[in-house]
């Protein structure tokens, strides 16, 4: 039997908006379960081919923004955090899940 795995860090945030570490393989049938439309990704390099295949094939947008790794001093541009937040107001995105690489600044 699948199970069911969470992605480290995994927390609701408030009704349709999740958070987290970096999803990988054994998360996905987790985050499916979600019914996801957006997936924001807060990482400094682009999402894995496997994070992109498992949006492509449950129609989920991936998101990406460049941000530093958190453990550095990390400066967003405050035309990126605007950004950000507009997709996370915005109801077409959700439910979405916002992650980076471990999942505890997100």
Known sequence: MNQLIPPFRYSIVEEGIFRGAYPTNQNFRFLRRL??????????????????????????????????????????????????LEILIDSSKLPIYVHCLDGPKV
């Open 35 to 84: 019914k996801l439309r957006t997936i924001l990704s807060l990482t400094p390099t682009a999402p894995t081919a496997d994070l992109v295949h498992f949006c492509q094939q449950n129609n989920i947008e991936n998101v990406h923004f460049t941000i530093g790794r958190m453990k550095d001093d990390v400066k967003i541009p405050q035309e990126v955090i605007a950004s950000i």
